[in-house]
């Protein structure tokens, strides 16, 4: 039977495993939060869902933002879906594009969270997908922990879960940070219609998603710019990047924000 | 003026990267938090309290777990990884109908106390999970546990709560703190390490 030194090791396992992950998607996070907090405040439903043991994974975060620990926390709407375990009935019936698609898995795959999240996408559903070692499905921001223990992983996603929701009252307290027409997110919560259509293939840095190389027609005040890519136009936060941006420079773009100048 | 009135039309966009760079620190330090916190789990009192799960379960128990809100998640998480390892368990708030039925007929307090009174075998092992530790309705099922002679096991949080005065409960961890979300991240743990010294059915 394990003993006190086994379970030390076990815990220092974990350690590990949290911390290597935290700095590699920490910047996934935050970007993650913001969006996730636009979504909500364009009126946004998150729908968490997972099978078997992240089924109650699922059914925690929606208790998480339903009723807030800390008093004064505004409660957001969330609900997992209960006797629907593929939630197929929920996304067809009670989903709506805006709304927020978060996928808990902690082993390699699972089929009935994976095309959830695939037909979350279609219907342009904010995707979320929490994953364990496997590759998890294309989404708007996805977190894979490279741990072949679940248990382990089951604690990083609670802590990613936890901090999401912590982290999306950030946002809260800079409004000027939710509104679209300012922040340039196009439609986050409505990402097939709202966005320009991918081209490049280029992979987004932060979340594992495509993102596009677009031509700058216009700089904006405030960090923004205008951009253009097969005629479509779209506002960008050009905040992150480090060097001036001026027409006619090439961005990688995604998610309403410039991640890239290209040379 | 109008920049004292409404101080965030003027802070706007321009603070993101600003505010991304905070969240992204704070997130790190919450990991850092719940390092700690895991740290302070009393090794050996798992080692212990596994080994008498163990024997019960062996004997024919089965675990009983149950708690509110989060906690209630926990409890049927720690369920869905005991099952997975082969031994029969339950955990009470998977029943929505009797849980509102006993809620809106008796009280709220007597939830789970009340499911036990028909469930509850002397061989089982309770297992309560409370971030207070004086949740009414927690205090009130592991006092029907104790007198039908199950096992009691508590995972709570700040310094205990009411649990922590319990004379009879057999074994209670307390993740010494008073913020939620990272005591939670430690309760899975420490019901994680539980099952590992408890082990698979053979």
């Known amino acids: 039977m394990p003993d006190a030194s086994h379970l030390a090791r076990r815990l220092a396992e974990r350690e590990l495993v949290l911390s290597s992950f935290l700095e590699r998607e920490k910047s996934g996070l935050a970007l993650c939060c913001h969006a996730l907090a636009r979504a909500f405040a364009r009126g946004g439903t998150l729908i968490p869902l997972g099978t078997g043991a992240a089924a109650t994974d699922a059914a925690h975060v929606a208790v998480e933002f339903m009723h807030p620990v800390i008093v004064g926390k505004r409660a957001l709407p969330a609900l997992a879906p209960a006797n629907d375990p593929t939630a197929a009935s929920t996304l067809a019936r009670l989903a709506a594009p805006g709304d927020i698609a978060l996928g808990i898995v902690h082993g390699r795959d699972d089929p009935a969270v994976r095309a959830f999240l695939d037909g979350a996408r279609r219907r342009g559903l904010l995707t979320i997908a929490l994953w364990g070692p496997g590759d998890p499905p294309a989404a708007d921001f996805s977190f894979a922990v490279a741990c072949g223990d679940q248990q382990t992983v089951q604690e990083v996603q609670e802590t990613v879960y936890h901090v999401l929701w912590e982290l999306v009252h950030v946002f809260f307290e800079h409004p000027g940070l939710l509104d679209d027409s300012r922040s340039g997110a196009g439609q986050a919560g409505t990402s097939a219609p709202g966005r320009l259509r991918q081209a490049s293939g280029a992979a987004c840095i932060t979340c594992g998603d495509v993102a596009v190389e677009a031509r700058v027609v216009a700089r904006l005040d405030d960090g923004f710019a205008v951009i253009e890519k097969d005629g479509a136009r779209e506002h960008v936060a050009v905040d992150l990047l480090e060097e001036n941006v001026a027409v006619g420079d090439v961005l990688l773009c995604h998610a309403g924000v410039a991640l890239e100048k290209l040379p | ?63 009983i777990a149950f708690g509110n809100g989060g906690s209630s998640t926990d409890a049927q998480d720690v369920v869905c990884d005991c099952l997975a390892r082969g031994w029969p368990a339950l955990a009470l708030t998977n029943d929505a109908a009797t849980v509102t039925a006993v809620g809106n007929d008796v009280g709220f307090d007597k939830v789970f106390a009340r499911q036990l009174i028909p469930l509850a075998r002397p061989e089982d092992v309770a297992l309560a999970i409370s971030t207070s530790g004086s949740s009414p309705n927690v205090l009130a099922g592991l006092e029907e546990a104790h007198r039908r002679g199950l096992l009691t096991c508590a995972i709570t949080g700040y310094d205990g709560g009411r649990l922590a005065e319990l004379p009879w409960l057999d074994h209670l961890f307390v993740t010494r703190s008073d913020y939620v979300p990272r005591l939670q991240e430690a309760h899975a743990t420490v019901y994680h390490l539980l099952l590992e010294v408890v082990g698979d059915r053979p």
């Open chain 2, 1 to 63: 003026m109008t920049e004292f009135l409404y101080p965030f039309l003027e802070r706007h966009e321009t603070d993101l990267p600003t505010v991304l760079a905070d969240v992204e620190a704070s997130t790190v330090s919450k990991g850092a938090d719940v390092i700690e916190l895991r740290r302070g789990i009393d090794l050996d009192a798992v080692s212990a309290c596994g080994a008498a799960i163990r024997e019960r379960l062996e004997s024919g128990g089965r675990l």
